[in-house]
């Protein structure tokens, strides 16, 4: 099976999480997009969703599903959202899609977080996947000298040349080089550096399920 095929399976898997009669949180990314069609084939049965992103609120409109504020509602049964990496206890580095800081908001809104990813997230330890930071911009060069302390090298995310703008009207920080073997500890210390918006670690707001498309079908870890 393809990366695509296996992001799709697992993207159509989630529905049997999704609460009839409810709200349902969504993520972002190419595997929630997946899941964002599956969605629109049971739009009479949900009552709508909070998005975590510019992105999917577009997708989720085109598909008729009512979008709200998260400050409309209240607790959200499950959001369900894809991940740049997954350790085995279920801790994620996430933002490689830039909406880091709005998916641990819904996350943090929802009682489950059911996480979508094809087998090629599966990682020992978080820190291959370069850690994206949300930033305030004027904070960004002290912080990259915070991030060298620990060995890692910070790099600002571009876009056709240009810093980057997120959703929140930030700057996204790319950190190489760290191995974080205490995802709930380096999460705590990095989220109270001043100017720094979302660190990229979701070990506070990690997945209670994962659901990992693999090529003997979908594996569920929880
Ligand atoms: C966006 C994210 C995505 O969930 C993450 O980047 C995975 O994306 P994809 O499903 O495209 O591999 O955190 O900010």
Redesign the pocket.
């Known amino acids: 099976m393809t990366q695509d095929e296996l ?1 799709a399976l697992v993207g159509q898997a989630a529905l049997d999480y999704v609460v009839p009669g409810e709200i349902v949180g969504v ?6 997009n997946k899941f964002i069609d599956e969605l629109g084939l049971i739009k009479d049965r949900i009552a709508g969703a909070v998005s975590s992103s510019e992105a999917s609120t577009r997708l989720l409109k085109a598909q008729g599903i009512p979008v709200f504020d998260a400050n409309q509602v209240g607790e959200l049964a499950v959001y369900i ?4 990496e997954i350790d085995p206890r279920g801790h994620l580095v ?7 800081t709005r ?1 641990k908001i819904v996350a943090a809104q929802a009682r489950r977080f059911v996480c979508i ?1 094809d087998e090629s997230k599966l990682v020992d330890a978080l820190g291959q996947f370069p850690l994206p930071v949300e930033v305030i911009p004027m904070a960004a060069q002290r912080i990259t000298r915070q991030f060298e302390k620990l060995n890692g090298l910070a790099t600002l995310r571009l876009k056709d040349g240009k810093p980057l703008v997120t959703d929140n009207g930030q700057h996204i920080l790319d950190v190489r080089g760290l191995l974080i073997l205490d995802p709930l500890g380096f999460e705590s210390e990095v989220n109270q550096w001043p100017g720094v918006v979302t660190v990229g670690v979701f070990a506070h707001q990690k997945a209670d399920v994962c659901l990992i498309g693999t090529a003997d079908g979908v594996r569920t870890l929880s």
């Open positions: 992001k993520g972002t990314g190419s595997t929630v959202d894809g991940a740049d996430k933002g490689g899609g830039a909406a880091l998916e990813a």
